[in-house]
């Protein structure tokens, strides 16, 4: 008898099994939602110290979302429903969208006003992409519904690792970059209760100060120039020149119509610490549609330059700069023609111009004359902080000033690559020849960037950039080979007070670089003291102290390190005392890989800059201060006060 065959009925276990998958795929799921759910509200818990500084209904509201977006993860885990997934996902969704109305159009309140955009940071950028990733698992468990079956537990652990590991990179690069975020409120120096302070708006200049009163009115506006949007002092780029006399009080009245606000610094000037013009510092930066005076006396004679010192960075480059000459008090410089050049880039950051013009400057001078070239350096560098190089052909000539400073006797020199930091100045005298014009050609020293630096940054291309008299000029060769100024042995020696001073203090200032987070933002952090601003902590000093720096870059890049309102007696470079004319300098254009030691006059009360002026470095963190004992401020910088001086 043959036994009877039947065919087994599939159970829900048996089916789960034809069907194994669906229902791992959806376990993992349920996890995936949760972990990066949780994952943003660990960014969220841990932004919310400094969301309270900002604005209180942020605090809370970013508290709550923490709250909210933590007890959704553990439902997840424990009960995990249909409604739940729909929650999360509209919570998400929501989430997400708040952020990105919030950095378009703004929010109808905030501490800054209604419908004022918010500034893009990291954090906030990587908890929406974990908020938007965790939409995605929720809107799929709400499509494809499967119901609860038997699987192989391990199978859900191996696929579910990788999606912890990339959730947990994820919290912690949020968090970094929160901890590392553009602070809401910082101080450069802020009054203590109980301890006599003097504030920085006290430190203006005398009323009673004497001398002739040179009065302008500079327009920060907007204008098209060469096709480009560009930001002016008065409808030009670079701005006017305004040239005074030693001795001239000169009053400044900044009216700003662009849709930001600004300052403007006196680059190079010792000015009262009032007047410096830094945001967050000195003063509030000046709102679009209002004015700001500036007041000092001109007590140096020299070259220098002017330009905004608000979010710098930016506004330099859209044309926000323009050249300051201060004759001396004797009357006009004794050469025949005196002349201003001015380096800087196109709005748009194409080419090298020259006083507006990109095709080149031409300058009148007979056989015979004496000529002196202001060269000043506006040109933001390549990332490597290279600087310009101009050459002068076709004289010989004398480097007479450095940065508004007369050197010592100053030798003829044959033609020699002048390398100038931007911020930097340097006066040339020369005697036009019997026949020919003389040249001056723009280069550029390199320092020594990455490949990938030097693909995004390349250098801007070797150019004429004035031609002085008329008829043939001296042919271009190979430049590069010809030998650089070297400012240490220079000149004739001579008495240098500060040089010789005994000093109070020597204080390292140690410039490097390192990958991280500033200002929320990924970047190749620079570093003074291994610090980046606003955490450096300043250099104190004492009216009437004379103080030392030595500065080590242990980087690949030029650092021009400029001290606001104060003036550096050169004494060393590379552990070599200099052996020729005392250089007196307001920028030490430090190279790759190599020291210099400096010292000043603590002699100008105030909260003072002290920072690498490479824009892109100073914006990456390179900047500091220097703090008189009982000086305070009460402005502050960061993202509440809007001043962000670099």
């Known amino acids: 008898m043959m036994a009877h065959q039947t065919t087994p009925v599939a159970t829900q276990a048996d089916t789960s099994l034809q069907r194994p998958w669906k229902a791992r795929w959806s376990q993992i799921a349920v996890n995936a939602a949760a972990v990066f759910t949780l994952s943003a509200a660990i960014i969220h818990f841990f932004v919310v110290p400094e969301h309270f ?208 606000s600004t300052t403007i610094h006196w680059h190079g000037i010792r000015v009262p610490n009032a007047d410096d013009g830094v945001a967050g510092i000195t003063q509030n930066a000046v709102a679009p549609g209002a004015s700001y005076t500036y007041s000092f006396v001109a007590e140096d004679a020299g070259t220098y330059w002017y330009h905004s010192h608000q979010d710098t960075m930016n506004q330099i480059d859209q044309g926000l ?81 450095l940065d508004g400073h007369d050197l010592n006797q100053p030798q003829m020199l044959g033609p020699e690559r002048l390398p100038l930091g931007i911020g930097q100045r340097a006066d040339v005298v020369f005697t036009m020849p019997a026949s020919g014009a003389v040249r001056l050609v723009d280069t550029e020293l390199q320092g020594q960037p990455s490949p990938i630096e030097r693909f995004f940054t390349p250098p801007l291309p070797l150019k004429d950039v004035v031609t002085i008299g008329d008829g043939p000029v001296a042919a271009t060769n190979d430049l590069s080979h010809l030998p650089i100024f070297d400012l240490t042995h220079y000149g004739v020696p001579t008495t240098d007070p500060v040089a010789t001073a005994q000093f109070a203090a020597t204080y390292p200032v140690v410039l490097a670089t390192t990958p991280g987070f500033h200002d929320g933002r990924i970047e190749l952090v620079h570093t003074i003291n291994g610090q980046a601003s606003p955490n450096v902590p300043p250099i104190t000093v004492r009216e009437g102290q004379v103080v030392r720096l030595h500065i080590v870059n242990e980087t690949g890049e030029y650092h021009p390190m400029h001290l606001h309102g104060h003036i550096f007696s050169v004494l060393a470079r590379n552990g070599q005392p200099i052996v020729g004319s005392p250089i007196h300098l307001d920028s030490i254009l430090v190279g790759p890989h190599s020291t210099w030691d400096v010292a000043f006059l603590a002699d100008n009360p105030g909260i003072w800059m002290f920072h690498c002026h490479v824009l892109l470095h100073a914006s990456f963190g390179m900047s500091m201060t220097v703090n008189y004992v009982g000086i305070t401020t009460p402005f502050e910088m960061g993202s509440r006060s809007g001043n962000v001086p670099e």
Not at 155 to 174: D, E, K, M, Q, S
Not at 185 to 211: K, M, R, Y
Not at 358 to 378: D, F, K, Q, S
Not at 384 to 391: D, I, K, L, R, Y
């Open 53 to 260: 500084q900002e604005y209180l209904l942020y605090g809370l509201f970013f508290i709550a979302a923490g709250i909210a977006q933590a007890g959704l993860a553990l439902a997840l885990v424990i009960v995990p429903s249909r409604r739940l997934y729909i929650a999360g996902l509209a919570g998400s969704l929501g989430m997400v969208a708040l952020w990105m109305i919030s950095r378009t159009v703004g929010l109808p309140f905030g501490p800054n006003g209604a419908w004022r955009p918010e500034m893009v940071g990291m954090p906030d950028i990587i908890a929406s992409l974990l908020e938007l990733v965790a939409a995605l698992f929720f809107l799929r468990l709400i499509v494809r519904r499967s119901q609860q079956r038997a699987f192989p537990p391990g199978r859900v652990v191996l696929a579910t690792v990788p999606l912890v590991l990339l959730a947990t990179l994820l919290t912690y690069l949020g968090a970094d970059a929160g901890s590392h975020d553009m602070p809401v409120a910082f101080n450069a120096a802020p009054a203590v209760a109980g301890h006599p302070s003097t504030s920085v708006t006290q430190l203006t200049e005398a009323a009673d100060a004497h001398g002739p009163i040179k009065t302008f009115t500079l327009a920060a506006q907007a204008a098209r120039i060469g096709g480009h949007e560009a930001w002016t002092y008065n409808g030009t780029v670079p701005g006017p020149e305004l040239r005074v006399t030693q001795g001239d009080r000169v009053r400044v009245t900044l009216v700003n119509h662009l849709p930001v």
């Open 321 to 401: 700069y323009g050249t300051l000459i201060v004759e001396p008090s004797g009357g006009h410089v004794p050469e025949a023609h005196d002349y201003t050049v001015l380096l800087h880039t196109t709005p748009g950051g194409s080419s090298i111009a020259v006083n507006g013009s990109t095709t080149g400057l031409h300058l009148a001078a007979r056989p015979g004359e004496e000529v002196r070239l202001r060269l000043i350096n506006a040109v933001p560098p390549s990332m490597n902080g290279g600087p310009e190089a101009p050459v002068l052909l076709g004289a010989p000539y004398r480097v007479v000033a």
